[in-house]
């Protein structure tokens, strides 16, 4: 997959595309097979394409040789047609000493020659001017769109790159749905350990901004969107939520008859030297994938080591800030959700107290 795409990023120049009608109309009509050539002038005609030029069809040759030579008949009978459609491209064949075979662009059983009938067959045009995969996506979207005008003829089109697009094509909402639902996760099980919805908001704002982080050092470091990078990216979601919520943990938890600036202080004296030194363990540890030659294992040397780096960038400077500044108003407001039950759970215990003496 990455030598396709690396064809097509520094020797971009053109395809060839192949493209088979499956369900062929009965092409001894004239109206059918004018049809037909609008359907490939519709190719013809989409960007990227060179035109007739670059376009390889049977149809147009065996007219051309029919007129030119008067060897074959262009009446509308059906048996005519399709034994001199026959006869002409086996007799190309030899001609040509199978160097290039019409015959193989058609499907015309042969075990009952009564009725001879060509059930479907190919043709193929060339496109162009390729700059980068994301063309390659584009062509193959426009050549989508003409077929699927012709349902009846089951328009099928392949070329060798289609893979690379269609993988394209939906890596970015894949990526961004699965990150969402990753996202979406840790949020619930952070508002379930650490019952502060202020807390709750900075962790999901943290794990936001550092996945953004990642993504645009990614793209600088020369990582583009594939399968690989996309499983990583979802990886480091929950690499993300690590130190920020220890941090957050910390602070709320901390000595209630502290202030914010000294839960804060509290907070970093506990919790910061262990990050640095989590970190800095880790990073060491995965340092020797850096020097494998392979694009899976350093992709995810470079997703570990900006989510360290990042991470603990927003754990040990931002959040702190953030924390100091908002957590007060978000414990009164968990205080009125979970006060009631705080406080029936206690007037329980000393009720159990009081049956006791």
């Known amino acids: 997959m990455r030598t396709m795409k690396m064809k097509i990023d520094l020797f971009h120049g053109g395809d060839q595309i192949e493209i088979a009608i499956v369900l062929a109309p009965n092409m001894s009509l004239k109206i059918e097979r004018e049809r037909i050539n609008k359907l490939v002038e519709e190719f013809e ?87 980068n995969a994301n063309d390659l996506v584009l062509v193959t979207q426009m050549l989508r769109e003409v077929a699927s005008k ?90 993300s939520i690590e130190f920020s919520a220890h941090v957050t943990y910390g602070f709320v938890s901390g000595p209630a008859d502290l202030n914010p600036r000294e839960r804060c202080i509290d907070t970093l004296e506990k919790l910061a030297w262990p990050m640095v030194h989590g970190s800095m363990s880790t990073i060491l540890g995965v340092l020797v994938l850096a020097f494998i030659d392979s694009y899976m294992v350093r992709v995810f040397f470079k997703t570990i080591f900006l989510v360290l780096v990042i991470g603990v960038f927003h754990a040990l400077v931002i959040l702190p800030i953030l924390l100091h500044d908002t957590v007060p108003y978000g414990e009164q407001l968990a205080s009125k959700i979970y006060g009631n039950k705080q406080r029936n759970k206690n007037s329980s215990k000393r009720e159990v107290i009081d049956q006791k003496k």
């Open 150 to 239: 012709h349902k009846d003829l089951q328009v099928y089109t392949f070329q060798h790159g289609r893979a690379i697009a269609d993988q394209l094509n939906v890596l970015l909402p894949f990526t961004l749905r699965n990150d969402l639902i990753a996202m979406a996760c840790m949020v619930v099980i952070s508002l379930l350990c650490i019952p502060n919805p202020i807390c709750t908001i900075w962790i999901m704002l943290a794990m936001l901004s550092i996945e953004i982080g990642v993504i645009g050092f990614l793209s600088f470091w020369n990582v583009k969107l594939d399968p690989i990078s996309m499983i990583t990216l979802i990886l480091a979601i929950g690499f």
């Open 45 to 131: 005609n989409i960007p990227y394409c060179i035109g007739k030029n670059g376009t390889e069809f049977w149809l147009r040759e065996y007219i051309k040789y029919a007129e030119q030579t008067g060897s074959f008949l262009l009446e509308d009978d059906n048996w005519s047609w399709n034994r001199g459609v026959y006869e002409w491209s086996r007799l190309f064949a030899f001609y040509k000493s199978q160097d290039f075979v019409w015959e193989n662009d058609q499907i015309t059983p042969t075990d009952n020659w009564d009725p001879l009938e060509m059930r479907s067959f190919r043709f193929r045009i060339g496109v162009t001017n390729f700059n």
